[in-house]
């Protein structure tokens, strides 16, 4: 069992397969809402079949493992058909919705849950003053509240611009603030704040408008809604008219299922037209005009959603645009950057179209819900009114750490503080401790007991230790690096069934890694420290977490392979690229690998220049040349920006549309070598 087990093949990339489903297929329906709950299950419910004009009430659930589709019976207070509602999973086995119209356009109010365990609906009594009926609004919980945002509303369609919460621990409904217009859109919570994207604004144009509320230390939003609060349905100048004309008496459907009377708005004279404040909060706002990789939001069926951090679109084909326009790409929240995480296709086969988009909580895995375009007539039915098929894409191998990770891996969060400064995580503070014992001698009292070397950096001018070293002779070896074994024991697998086996290594007390020192000595900083965080100090560079890649590789350590992989994707620039490149390939990180390589592409008359691709082996630079196409070739600078494509948007890496469509497409250079000025292609409020 030697330090350097034989290196794995190069895999052969990641490509999602497509899965088709069996059992009662639902319907393609219009504005119903489809979610994943756990345990490999889907489900789907309401929504209006744009074939038959009917609106339905039917719970259908899908097992992933099985791939079979089946009709849940339920019980108890069974809610009326809707359309445009929300469902979102609460407490791990409840879905709780809200809102949504009924099959007369009489927009709703109510909240109905829904239990998966007893597949009971039951019907909370709520108090406060309920926010108007909406359909195809935003729900997201957070912190036991469920934060609804914008809709639609009464029969001319106005576009709802507030937001409103209710207390799931007391079933009161905050008052109403003014936050922004929008409906069809997307909302989530990260890092104190309600962010909202997409959708379709007042003059009913998709947006590339991204907004934030920050609900930090903000009492309105801290402290529980209490009865009496605020006035009571305010409505902005623009309700004033006449919003409804539908009676008091609850409506029945053609399912027999009458709605709940709670749920329909009526007495609109009762409503007072006095213009609700605006949202307590710092309120901010981005518009997007040009990235290379900005996905452009007026073409494609896009699907977004929220996972590590980021902003994900997914840009799935659609009649209009050809599979070359179709991506994946990932908007960062903290740095407020675009960057496209693949090609659409290499991952949605244009013979399909996609409908929805269901994420499982960790936000990690992603489902695709669709049918494909065309099929074989099948006993007169129209194979394309159901939702047969599913595209399952594991946003893991696309560079996604998920959010759990995420909160653990941000660089507010990895800090090295000492540890009675660090009361909310105790790993963190253990973590501090241990780093202070690092490579240092036992002479120094620190307790190691155990020496690893590595491979001598080239720029490593220091003489080695020959007193501690058993090959000191060697002049490739590098210093020696003090660690305990007890701690390698616990922290790599690799490390612990070596000295089970009571190897060589078990006896000397030392062990040689031929990977370079930097590498190694980074990557037993993170078995002290649980991070690879960048750190003026202590952090790895990106050249020692490319280095610390092929290690996790190696000895088949997935956490760090995905945290390696994240930050690689991230921060990948000039300087490092063709490192990076050469790191991936050696790994078997395919994504990451074909990343490198169109951005070597495109930035190749600087990336040839750095110190990273003089170091490439022959084979090595061969092998990187031959990522280009048969029918590549090199042009200068000037022809470049004649023809448009100094944004990237002909080669792949970036570009969200026609490049011949330059005036209203892509002009900034979204990575680090543009030009300066973090505002340049954005407008901020």
């Not at 999602?16 to 393609?28: D, E, S, W």
């Not at 809610?79 to 979102?88: Q, Y």
């Not at 280095?547 to 995905?562: E, F, Q």
Request: hydrophobic residues 35%; charged residues 20%.
């Amino acid at each position: 069992m030697s330090a350097s087990p034989v290196r794995p093949r190069k895999s052969d990339g990641y490509k999602p397969k497509i899965i088709t489903t069996v059992g009662a297929k639902p319907a393609c329906l219009v504005n119903a809402s489809v979610t994943y709950v756990g345990n490999d299950q889907i489900y789907a419910f309401g929504g209006f079949d744009q074939y038959t004009d009917e609106v339905y009430n039917h719970v259908l659930r899908l097992n992933l493992v099985t791939r079979q589709w089946n009709l849940v019976d339920n019980y108890g207070d069974i809610p009326g058909v809707r359309m445009g509602h929300t469902a979102n999973l609460w407490q791990g086995d409840k879905l709780l919705v809200y809102g949504g119209e009924n099959e007369h356009r009489a927009y709703l109010s109510d909240i109905v849950i829904f239990d998966l365990k007893t597949a009971t609906w039951l019907q909370p009594e709520l108090s406060g003053p309920a926010p108007r009926g909406r359909a195809r609004h935003s729900a997201v919980i957070h912190d036991d509240k469920l934060y609804v945002i914008g809709g639609m509303t009464g029969h001319d369609n106005y576009v709802l611009d507030d937001i409103c919460y209710l207390d799931l621990k007391t079933w009161t409904w905050s008052r109403t603030w003014r936050f922004v217009p929008r409906y069809d859109h997307t909302s989530w919570i990260w890092d104190g704040k309600i962010w909202v994207f997409g959708g379709l604004g007042e003059d009913m144009e998709r947006t590339s408008e991204i907004w934030w509320l920050d609900l930090r230390g903000s009492p309105a939003f801290d402290s529980p809604a209490t009865i009496g609060t605020g006035t009571r349905q305010a409505l902005p100048a623009r309700y004033d008219r006449r919003l409804f004309s539908q009676t008091t008496q609850p409506a029945t459907g053609s399912t027999g299922y009458v709605a709940n009377t709670s749920s329909v708005q009526s007495n609109p004279t009762q409503l007072m037209s006095r213009t609700p404040p605006v949202a307590p909060g710092a309120i901010s706002t981005l518009k997007f005009v040009s990235s290379p990789n900005l996905p452009t939001q007026a073409i494609g069926t896009h699907f977004h959603a929220f996972s590590s951090g980021c902003l994900l679109d997914f840009v799935t084909p659609a009649s209009v645009i050809s599979s070359f326009e179709t991506s994946l790409s990932a908007l960062d929240l903290d740095t407020l950057r675009w960057q496209k995480l693949a090609d659409g296709k290499d991952l949605f086969n244009p013979n399909y179209r996609w409908h929805y988009c269901a994420m499982n909580e960790d936000a990690t895995h992603a489902w695709l819900l669709g049918c494909p375009t065309e099929q074989p007539n099948n006993g007169g039915a129209d194979p394309g009114e159901y939702l047969s098929d599913v595209l399952p894409i594991d946003l893991r191998k696309l560079g996604m750490l998920g959010n759990s990770l995420t909160l653990e891996s941000r660089p507010d969060q990895v800090k090295i503080p000492a540890s009675d400064a660090n009361i909310s995580s105790h790993l963190s503070g253990i973590g501090a401790d241990l780093a202070r014992t690092f490579d240092q001698a036992p002479e120094t009292g620190s307790g190691a007991d155990f020496i690893i070397t590595g491979e001598r950096d080239e720029d490593d001018d220091r003489p080695d230790d020959s007193s501690t070293i058993a090959d000191a002779q060697s002049p490739t070896t590098s210093a020696p690096i003090h660690v305990h074994k007890m701690i390698l024991q616990a922290r790599w697998p690799h490390f612990s069934r070596l000295y089970s086996a009571q190897m060589v290594e078990f006896h000397t007390k030392k062990m040689h890694i031929p990977e370079p020192y930097s590498a190694v000595r980074s990557f037993l900083y993170y078995l002290y420290t649980d991070s690879i965080a960048p750190h003026p100090v202590h952090g790895p560079s990106l050249t020692d977490v490319a280095g610390m890649l092929v290690m996790a590789n190696i000895y088949d350590m997935p956490r760090l392979r995905l945290l390696c992989v994240n930050r690689l994707g991230k921060e990948l620039d000039v300087d490092h690229a063709a490192t990076i490149w050469e790191r991936a390939a050696t790994a078997g990180e395919d994504w990451l690998k074909k990343r490198a390589a169109q951005f070597c592409m495109l930035y190749w008359g600087r990336v040839v220049r750095t110190d990273g691709f003089r170091s490439l082996t022959r084979r090595a630079l061969t092998e990187l040349c031959e990522e280009v196409d048969t029918d590549g070739r090199v042009v200068g600078g000037d022809e470049l920006e004649a023809v448009g494509g100094l944004g990237g948007a002909r080669f792949g890496f970036g570009g969200a549309g026609n490049p011949r469509k330059r005036s209203t497409s892509l002009v900034a250079e979204d990575t680090e070598i543009a030009d300066e000025g973090d505002e340049e292609g954005m407008e901020l409020t």
